[in-house]
């Protein structure tokens, strides 16, 4: 990656026979800031990209531009604990939603104890556990938690639709349910 003081000079100074003395009485800058400049050790400013664009016939946000991009080159932190927005949101969404069904669950039980967790949100869904421990669970899903909480909720945490149909099959075989009908209609392909 090339900074921009030296495009600049490579395509116009040096052809030119242009001198640092030249430069600074041109655009009054002073010799420190230009030489540091061609140093490298300072990079383009708002007001020197808008005196070397004037001079050059460059507009000033292409010096600016090429500043940033050089910059950002020579960067090399990573910032590996930023969290991108969306993720982080998904994860926020993921998380709210699964603490929502899990009170929906939990809210009939008095026994702390016995409370659902995430864990076992997860094991019901992921693994399609319909032993003893879950039935409770799986029953209130299909019976007191929103449908479309449920549908979100498979789609945020990648469950497969299969893994519902036979979550669902089970509530309805194992309690001679009545059958809900946004289930069966999302479920009819299968």
């Known amino acids: 990656m090339i900074a921009p003081i030296d495009f600049i000079r490579e395509k116009y100074i040096e ?10 009485d041109a655009l009054q800058l002073g010799k420190k800031t230009v030489s540091e400049l061609y140093q490298k050790k300072r990079g383009f400013t708002i007001h020197t990209a808008k005196k070397f664009g004037l001079f050059f016939g460059l507009k000033p946000e292409f ?8 910059d950002l080159f020579l960067d090399k932190e990573e910032y590996q604990f ?28 008095s026994d702390q104890r016995l409370h659902y967790d995430f864990k076992d949100l997860d094991t ?9 421990q879950y039935q409770y669970a799986i029953t209130t899903i299909f ?5 479309e909480d449920i549908v979100k909720y498979c789609e945020l945490w990648n ?31 299968f």
């Open 124 to 132: 019901i869904f992921q693994e399609v556990n319909t032993n003893m």
């Open 159 to 189: 469950i497969k639709k299969a893994n519902l149909r036979k979550l669902y099959q089970f509530y309805l075989t194992q309690y001679n349910a009545k059958v809900i009908a946004q289930y069966e209609w999302l479920l009819e392909e």
């Open 143 to 147: 019976k007191e938690v929103n449908y």
């Open 15 to 24: 052809p030119n026979k242009i001198t640092q003395d030249a430069i600074c």
């Open 63 to 70: 010096i600016l531009m090429k500043q940033v991009e050089y």
């Open 82 to 109: 930023i969290k991108p927005y969306l993720e982080m949101s998904t994860e926020e969404k993921k998380l709210s939603l699964a603490k929502w069904i899990l009170a929906t669950i939990n809210n009939s039980i």
